[in-house]
């Protein structure tokens, strides 16, 4: 079929910036070219096909198995003789004995499942002309548009968190033009059947790993037509001559939480549907599109424009490393606050390795929450980028593993509170999996304590710590009871852990005390310590902490001036120098343990790391290297590996992480980055433009959150400042830097402080 692209480029702009558009479909096996849409927990992949669209679809509940313990009871008799093969320096021994002894049973999680597809198959059309597909950041609304036989045809697709359905809208510019047949397809054990007017998939899930499935789902597709006919056959419905139509599609599993799949997946959807149905279209799309846009609008990021903004997003990414293109970095950033809108609110299930889309069975990695990393990753842009109540759903599930991590904790560890290792997934594991050379790392549910700390920081709500303290509590009691005294410096060591997950030069994973380990857990106490101090409570449990912390390891310099990894300097002798994780600078980014202005020694260390890794790597792990060059005040460095990550290599033509394959917390990671390079308020201060790469001379930036509870807002000309603003909704002092000018300000509650580029 020819297909010609709306006046040829360009010439349709909508009038604003956040938009994603295309000149032909998505072809219908290319996943990561079709646009997603989501409300948390409802995910749709939007592919514009014109003869015949498909809409694939996820629930955020839909993963394999079903509720499982997989603590595994021979690991707390094996724990001494591990950790005296650690210290004997039989590093290869103890990852065998590991291997064997306390890994999960099953030694693998679930995975998340699709839900399946919808199918809508048109008349076939003569050439197609004004092609266009979009998707609108401002409204969430996905919209395919084209000219066939001189009629116009358009859809639109979102999916509604106050009314929990996908709509998909379909009308045309004369009356009577809206026919196709509608059909379901899924990989599940699942039957499709279609009743009057409506679609209905009745499923259960997969079994996962010896974990037999226990959920049972149901989708259903209400087709409410204006106009015309809609005619059922056995498992499709036919739409004929109508003026418009709306889809109205709702999905739902039987799962309550990680222990109880009881739910009434048919009375929930059965619900949903209803109650839309009686809203008009107009009346759906607007209460969407205002939910919506009371979360997006709160920022607004603006680093230039120029011509390119004209070219289709496929034809920028492929163009952006070599063109004049700053607004695609921004298109960029605002991308990764529309997936955390769309794959993270209150009462759902947390962003996963893919957010909430998934066309697969199977997925890489099963897309589950990886938390040495992925998860925590995802939740960087969260905070600086206006969206704190978007981490409420990962709140909730640290709540669960202090449930589910203590029974690990008392049966592996011989140990109090809780542990979570380097995965989790629906049903909340904790025990190790994967293998020993993965799975061996106990400091997952302490770095995800410290990711939930940073929300209260940000905003100061006693009334989050409150529920917190105790989870992060948990976090600690564990580490105090695990912790040993290695025996060359006698400081106190996690053991066995990793380097997630590299190999050290003795050709092996395991060992003791690695960096991050004592980065994050040194993190952690402080936390505590100061969550205690809020509180008002735990003044004993305090000083316990404090002592401690003192005996933490160090952070050292190692032998080629970089930061060391591990407790002794094997970095020069590891076998693969240029690994994609970078832990061992957790201490630089996320965390502020090592300061460009207070640590500079260390900084130059981890600088010195970094060069030693290199700049190019997998997705999120080149995102993590735009944040740890911009702490390191180098925009220049730190553009030039996010001109990287936003190339075909690393950038997908609907803007999603290519890990690859697809990964979103890459994603996450590249706008944490921007905003890094535009502000920066760890250690007691707000810095503008920190790390301002020449790429973007002149720019505006609203709504951006820091540390204290306060919104500001830049602008500059010419690579300098020149205003800015902050609002103090909380009246907390604060410090304000740029470059070598720095004041202490104290804002009262609710007003803004107005600057000039010399701070005055």
């Given at each position: ?339 955390l809108i769309s794959s993270s609110r209150p009462g759902t299930q947390p962003a996963n390795l893919q957010g909430i889309w998934n066309e697969s069975m199977n997925p890489p990695w099963n897309s589950k929450f990886t938390i040495n990393i992925n998860t925590e990753m995802n939740y960087w842009p969260a905070d600086v980028g206006n969206l704190a109540e978007c981490e409420e759903p990962l709140a909730a599930m640290v709540q669960d593993l202090a449930q589910t991590g203590a029974r690990t ?81 006698h400081w106190l060591v996690t053991s066995p852990s990793l380097s997630p997950e590299n190999k050290h030069s003795h050709g092996a994973s395991i060992t003791d005390g690695p960096t991050m380990d004592e980065e994050i857990l040194r993190d952690l106490f402080a936390d505590c310590i100061s969550a205690s101090e809020i509180l008002g409570v735990d003044e004993k449990f305090r000083g316990q902490l404090a002592a401690a912390r003192a005996r933490l390891a160090p952070l050292q310099i190692g ?65 993590w290297r735009v944040n740890l060059w911009a702490r390191l005040h180098d925009g220049d460095h730190a553009y030039k590996i996010l001109s990287f990550l936003i190339s075909p290599r690393r950038t997908y033509p609907d803007l999603f992480d290519a890990h690859p394959p697809f990964q979103i917390d890459g994603n996450f990671g590249g706008a944490s980055g921007i905003a890094e390079m535009l502000l920066q308020s760890e250690g007691g201060k707000i810095e503008f433009l920190p790390a301002l ?68």
């Amino acid at each position: 079929m020819l297909v010609i692209a709306a006046n040829s480029y360009g010439q349709e702009e909508s009038g604003h910036p956040w938009l994603l558009w295309y000149a032909a479909p998505a072809s219908l096996t290319n996943w990561t070219a079709a646009l997603p849409v989501g409300n948390g927990r409802l995910g749709a992949m939007v592919f514009g096909g014109i003869e015949r669209e498909r809409i694939q679809l996820n629930e955020d509940t839909l993963w394999s198995g079903g509720p499982y313990d997989p603590v595994n009871t021979n690991a707390l008799a094996a724990l001494p003789e591990v950790r005296r093969l650690i210290f004997a320096s039989q590093y290869a021994e103890a990852q065998t004995m590991a291997g064997q002894t306390m890994l999960g049973t099953p030694s693998r999680q679930m995975s998340y499942e699709t839900v399946g597809d919808l199918f809508l198959s048109f008349p076939t059309n003569g050439a197609v002309t004004d092609y266009r597909r979009e998707l609108d950041l401002d409204t969430a609304i996905a919209r395919t548009t084209f000219t066939s036989d001189g009629v116009k045809f358009s859809r639109e697709i979102f999916s509604s968190a106050v009314d929990q359905v996908v709509v998909v809208r379909l009308t045309a510019d004369m009356p009577g033009k809206i026919s196709f047949i509608a059909g379901m397809t899924t990989p599940q054990d699942a039957t499709v059947k279609a009743d009057g007017d409506t679609l209905i998939m009745d499923g259960v899930n997969g079994s996962g790993n010896g974990v037999k499935g226990a959920l049972k789902f149901q989708a259903r597709v209400r087709v409410l037509a204006t106009g015309g006919t809609v005619s059922a056959g056995l498992d499709t419905l036919s739409i004929s001559n109508a003026d418009s139509v709306t889809l109205l599609i709702a999905a739902a599993t039987s799962y309550k939480n990680y222990h109880d799949v009881s739910g009434d997946p048919e009375a929930i959807v059965k619900k949903q549907i209803r109650a839309a149905a009686k809203k008009s279209f107009d009346d759906l799309r607007s209460a969407h599109v205002a939910n919506y846009q009371k979360l997006f609008r709160r920022v607004d990021l603006d680093l230039g424009g120029s011509d390119a903004m004209k070219w289709p997003t496929d034809e920028r990414i492929k163009n952006f490393a070599s063109g004049n293109d700053p607004q695609l970095a921004a298109l960029y950033f605002q991308f990764a606050r529309y997936l955390l809108i769309s794959s993270s609110r209150p009462g759902t299930q947390p962003a996963n390795l893919q957010g909430i889309w998934n066309e697969s069975m199977n997925p890489p990695w099963n897309s589950k929450f990886t938390i040495n990393i992925n998860t925590e990753m995802n939740y960087w842009p969260a905070d600086v980028g206006n969206l704190a109540e978007c981490e409420e759903p990962l709140a909730a599930m640290v709540q669960d593993l202090a449930q589910t991590g203590a029974r690990t904790a008392r049966v592996m560890y011989g140990a109090r509170g809780w542990v979570a290792h380097h995965n989790t997934d629906l049903w909340r594991a904790t025990a190790p999996i994967d293998g020993p050379q993965y799975g061996i790392w106990p400091t997952g549910g302490a770095w995800l304590c410290n990711t939930l700390w940073e929300n209260y920081e940000f905003t100061g709500d006693k009334k989050f710590l409150r529920q917190l303290y105790p989870v992060m509590k948990g976090s600690a009691q564990f580490f105090l009871d695990t912790l040993v005294e290695e025996p060359a410096h006698h400081w106190l060591v996690t053991s066995p852990s990793l380097s997630p997950e590299n190999k050290h030069s003795h050709g092996a994973s395991i060992t003791d005390g690695p960096t991050m380990d004592e980065e994050i857990l040194r993190d952690l106490f402080a936390d505590c310590i100061s969550a205690s101090e809020i509180l008002g409570v735990d003044e004993k449990f305090r000083g316990q902490l404090a002592a401690a912390r003192a005996r933490l390891a160090p952070l050292q310099i190692g032998q080629a001036g970089q930061l060391q990894e591990w407790l002794e300097d094997w970095d020069m002798q590891a076998p693969d120098l240029h690994h994609r994780h970078v832990s061992h600078l957790y201490g630089l980014f996320p965390s502020d343990q090592i300061d460009f202005y207070n640590t500079p020694q260390l900084a130059a260390a981890a600088k010195k790391s970094l060069e030693i890794r290199g700049d190019e790597s997998t997705g999120w792990a080149t995102a993590w290297r735009v944040n740890l060059w911009a702490r390191l005040h180098d925009g220049d460095h730190a553009y030039k590996i996010l001109s990287f990550l936003i190339s075909p290599r690393r950038t997908y033509p609907d803007l999603f992480d290519a890990h690859p394959p697809f990964q979103i917390d890459g994603n996450f990671g590249g706008a944490s980055g921007i905003a890094e390079m535009l502000l920066q308020s760890e250690g007691g201060k707000i810095e503008f433009l920190p790390a301002l790469p020449a790429a973007w001379p002149a720019g505006s930036v609203t709504g951006l959150c820091a540390r204290g509870d306060f919104e500001v807002g830049i602008e500059w000309k010419d690579g300098k400042l020149i205003s800015a603003t902050i609002h103090s909704l909380a009246g907390n002092p604060c410090r304000i830097r740029y470059g070598n000018i720095v004041r202490d300000v104290k804002i009262r509650r609710g007003e803004t402080l107005r600057l000039n580029g010399d701070l005055q």
